[in-house]
């Protein structure tokens, strides 16, 4: 594929794609036991993330409306901040407790699942989460705004 047909693919075609499988990567290493089929586990748990990650991300949309209203004097850095972070935890919470509700039992063991998956991915979600609010999101909605101008 010629780089110029690759920069016309949208960005958040590559992107969610790109964030439900690195996130279900670290929580299938989190909860497959040893002598699992590791591939087989985690094409399960990425093809669940794809589905359930864009409803989650309709949400976080919701989340910066809302650090505004609730502080609206707070500084557009601050509120960048305080936006990935609640971005990442949602995330997170929410894609660990379906990935658990999948690979669990569901029996006692199932808040240990979500706690390995959660805990475990943690990291590499605050890092999406800090590259969407800083890097991503202003990216997209220039790409927003010349879209709307160029009508």
């Given at each position: 594929?010629?780089?110029?047909?690759?920069?016309?693919?949208?960005?958040?075609?590559?992107?969610?794609?790109?964030?439900?499988?690195?996130?279900?990567?670290?929580?299938?290493?989190?909860?497959?036991?040893?002598?699992?089929?590791?591939?087989?586990?985690?094409?399960?748990?990425?093809?669940?993330?794809?589905?359930?990650?864009?409803?989650?991300?309709?949400?976080?949309?919701?989340?910066?409306?809302?650090?505004?209203?609730?502080?609206?004097?707070?500084?557009?850095?601050?509120?960048?901040?305080?936006?990935?972070?609640?971005s990442s935890l949602a995330i997170?919470?929410?894609?660990?407790?379906?990935?658990?509700?999948?690979?669990?039992?569901?029996?006692?063991?199932?808040?240990?699942?979500?706690w390995h998956a959660f805990s475990?991915?943690?990291?590499?979600?605050?890092?999406?989460?800090?590259?969407?609010?800083?890097?991503?999101?202003?990216?997209?909605?220039?790409?927003?705004?010349?879209?709307?101008?160029s009508l």
């Amino acid at each position: 594929m010629p780089i110029s047909a690759f920069r016309k693919i949208p960005a958040p075609v590559l992107i969610l794609p790109t964030i439900a499988l690195l996130l279900s990567a670290f929580m299938t290493w989190a909860n497959a036991a040893a002598g699992t089929v590791f591939v087989a586990l985690w094409a399960r748990n990425f093809a669940t993330s794809v589905v359930v990650l864009p409803l989650i991300l309709l949400g976080i949309g919701q989340l910066e409306k809302l650090v505004a209203w609730v502080a609206p004097g707070m500084r557009p850095f601050w509120r960048k901040v305080v936006v990935s972070l609640l971005s990442s935890l949602a995330i997170e919470s929410l894609l660990a407790l379906v990935i658990s509700l999948i690979n669990s039992p569901w029996d006692a063991s199932l808040p240990l699942y979500w706690w390995h998956a959660f805990s475990r991915s943690l990291p590499i979600g605050l890092l999406i989460g800090f590259f969407m609010g800083f890097y991503m999101k202003p990216k997209l909605d220039a790409m927003k705004r010349a879209a709307l101008n160029s009508l």
